[in-house]
Nanobody
Framework: QVQLVESGGGLVQPGGSLRLSCRFS????????MAWYRQVPGKQRELVAQ???????NYSDAVKGRFAMSRDHAKSTVYLQMNSLKPEDTAVYYC???????????WGQGTQVTVSS
């Protein structure tokens, strides 16, 4: 069974940095795309970054130039490096995997990021 496990969230001051990790139980050969989403209470989950396998990573306008998504194939892990954090980046961040031939996406449990002084 496919599992995604996020880690790395926490409390950080404005202007600070955090790196989120998402460990994927499968192989990246089965992955069509990996993505990071975030959600605040009362709002819809929004796409932060999406990395199609073999393609270019796309970022939301809100995080472009500040966040960077990467993969470590040897560790079956994706990362989200978040720099110059702002209070409006506060949210629960979710890892997402879209697999070839699967009828639905897979989600991690989420990790809380709080940006506050």
């Amino acid at each position: 069974q496919v599992q995604l496990v996020e880690s790395g969230g926490g409390l950080v001051q404005p202007g600070g940095s955090l790196r989120l990790s998402c460990r994927f139980s499968g192989s990246f050969f089965s992955v069509k795309a990996m993505a990071w989403y975030r959600q605040v209470p009362g709002k819809q989950r929004e796409l932060v970054a999406q990395n199609p396998t073999g393609g270019t990573t796309n970022y939301s306008d809100a995080v472009k130039g500040r966040f960077a998504m990467s993969r470590d194939h040897a560790k079956s892990t994706v990362y989200l490096q978040m720099n110059s954090l702002k209070p409006e980046d506060t949210a629960v961040y979710y890892c997402n995997a879209d697999l070839w031939g699967e009828p639905h996406d897979y989600w991690g449990q989420g990790t809380q990021v709080t940006v506050s002084s």
